[in-house]
């Protein structure tokens, strides 16, 4: 067991690498010059000469790279060229209304999906079935920022039960903060609720076919133990595989949805950067999203193990 994760955590560094490369070229793939850009129409050549030696744009590239990774590795991420702060300090101001919103995402969609796969499948064919499988295709087709508008105006101005905008630390109360999160978690997690009812429905028609479920039955076992004990746990994996790749979902539906909502997190954060052209800050973002989302599926990596211990690569 512990020679996998070995094996499994050396085999992330690579991608970090590719990732870490892709990021700092941004800089310099980057449609036009930085400088220019970052300066604007009015500046003078001495100015935009000053901003290419702040971004180490005069030196050749395998050495600012270097120099860049070096930094990285010391958990320096740079610093905002028009905020003059620290990027590491930029996002650890705003990292928490995005993670409180990516978790209940989660959780809620979780919660939501995995019963509603496992009822279709059960019922394959039926009203519920076909319910079911039309609340996935809405999913799937609608935008996340129609769903938010929508959310907002119903719930949020018609109705008066649920702030329209904003974010309350979780410091402040946990009812506060949860209703600043509702609308901005079912419109983020539509999506992925659908994805992932999608793919139980799918893969538990399958496991339901297999002989040891009608042996199950046979036994007299009751429908319930069928299905969220026998069925569900061996028709884990792929639900587990879907469920992390859906982390990529919640990442960048996070930044239209924090645009919608107004939270101040890192999506708010991305957005702000890219139209300011602060390539230092946009890195810094890309990077920790890139890594979170390494990170995770080495976690859902290391699940399988747990899930079905067959599983050794």
């Known amino acids: 067991m512990l020679a996998y994760v070995g094996r499994r955590v050396l085999a992330t560094i690579p991608v970090m690498a590719i990732v870490a490369l892709f990021v700092f070229s941004l800089l310099y793939i980057a449609p036009g010059d930085p400088a220019s850009i970052i300066a604007g129409d009015q500046a003078t050549p001495e100015q935009i000469a000053q901003i290419r030696v702040n971004l180490g744009l005069e030196r050749p590239f395998v050495v600012r790279f270097g120099e860049w990774v070096w930094q990285i590795l010391h958990g320096d991420l740079g610093t905002s060229i028009f905020t003059a702060l620290p990027v590491r300090q930029m996002i650890a101001q705003r990292i928490e209304p995005t993670l409180s919103l990516m978790i209940v995402t989660l959780i809620f969609s979780v919660c939501v999906a995995v019963p509603l796969g496992v009822v279709a499948a059960w019922k394959a064919g039926s009203l519920i079935d076909r319910l079911v499988m039309a609340l996935?295709?809405?999913g799937f087709s609608v935008p996340v920022f129609v769903v938010g508008y929508v959310l907002a105006y119903?719930?949020?101005?018609?109705f008066d039960w649920l702030p329209?905008?904003?974010?309350t630390p979780i410091a402040n109360g946990f009812w506060p903060w949860l209703q600043n999160l509702i609308l901005p978690a079912i419109s983020l997690g539509l999506i992925y609720?659908?994805?992932i009812a999608r793919i139980t429905r799918a893969t538990m028609l399958e496991v339901l076919?297999?002989?040891y479920i009608k042996t199950a039955r046979a036994k007299g076992l009751g429908q319930r133990a069928i299905l969220f004990v026998h069925a569900l746990k061996n028709a884990a994996v792929p639900i587990v595989t879907v469920i992390g790749l859906g982390i990529a979902l919640?990442?960048?539906g996070a930044v239209v949805t924090e645009s919608v909502f107004v939270i101040p997190g890192l999506g708010r954060l991305t957005v702000d950067a890219i139209l300011r052209r602060d390539y230092p800050v946009i890195q810094g973002i890309v990077l920790l999203f890139s890594f979170t989302y390494v990170l995770v599926n080495l976690?859902?990596?290391l699940i399988y193990t747990l899930v079905d211990p067959r599983i050794r690569y």
């Open 250 to 252: 919640l990442i960048g």
């Open 299 to 301: 976690g859902v990596d």
């Open 164 to 167: 329209v905008q904003g974010y």
């Open 193 to 195: 609720i659908a994805l």
């Open 136 to 138: 996935a295709v809405v």
């Open 209 to 211: 076919s297999q002989d």
């Open 154 to 158: 119903v719930f949020a101005l018609e």
